[in-house]
């Protein structure tokens, strides 16, 4: 299921093949689990903590580990 992920900040952000632009990118399924596997590492989930990054679908990381 494909997923929409912004992007709040200044910077393009790049997670393996998944590039991130500031703004909404809509990420298709291919890259959903590689996104979500990248934004477990801790320098990566401070930018979902900081509230840089937002998506419904991170509330499942978000509740699992904290930085």
Do not use: W
């Amino acid at each position: 299921m494909p997923i929409i992920v912004e992007n709040k900040g200044d910077f393009i952000r790049h997670f393996g093949s998944v590039r991130l632009i500031p703004g909404t990118n809509n990420i298709d399924d291919s890259q959903v689990k590689e996104l979500k596997d990248a934004l477990k590492h801790p320098l990566n989930m401070y930018l979902i903590n900081k509230g840089e990054l937002a998506s419904n679908s991170f509330e499942d990381l978000i509740s699992s580990k904290k930085c």
